[in-house]
């Protein structure tokens, strides 16, 4: 399945080994269009596929927390403009967190749940018309909505996971699992 997606932007490396996707990704790659000095990078690896109108996307993802901001999300990329990143993140605020990054323009940042203990987390992103819910999950059964957003209408998104070390010299991520299909959702609170 992961061989029907392409890489905007290519990491250092990717293997898939027993299903896992091993992924590692050089410093200074990350999505973030800076609200305090204009500054825009959109150098972080996604690998994406093109989805027109409503989907689920689900991946369970295992990031490499060594340095502050190391995240892997799930990303629904209409242009460099306006996205969403939501993210299983070493946050500088609070350590291992859901964090979601909406931009329109320019990138918000909002820290979510701290889940310190935790090593993978699975990440649930959802489209109904032009809005956009993500919830997350333990164990793939109780999801929690961590936010809903609308972006701008278009037909065509492309949707997947993206790999980021901001700051550090270089991280290894590992995607355990990722699967989007077309449906749609009835609550998007609910995920389902």
Known sequence: YLDSLEWRTPPKSAT??????TVTVDKNTDFFNNPEDGTRSSTA???????EG???????VRPDFT???????LMVYI???????????NSDATGPSIVTV???GVSDDANGAILSDQKEIWLKLI????NYSMLWS????????ARLTAMPAVDTVKVGVEVQCPVGESATHELLYYHSERKTVQDLRKGE
């Open 16 to 21: 898939v080994k027993d299903g896992i996707l």
């Open 54 to 60: 409503d989907f689920v996307a689900k991946a369970l």
């Open 138 to 145: 333990l164990d793939d059964k109780a999801y929690k909505m």
């Open 127 to 130: 489209r109904k018309n032009n």
């Open 45 to 51: 690896p996604l690998l994406y596929e093109a989805i």
């Open 102 to 104: 909406v931009t329109k």
């Open 67 to 73: 340095d502050v901001w190391n995240a892997v999300s």
């Open 79 to 89: 242009d460099s403009l306006h996205w969403i990143k939501f993210a299983f993140e």
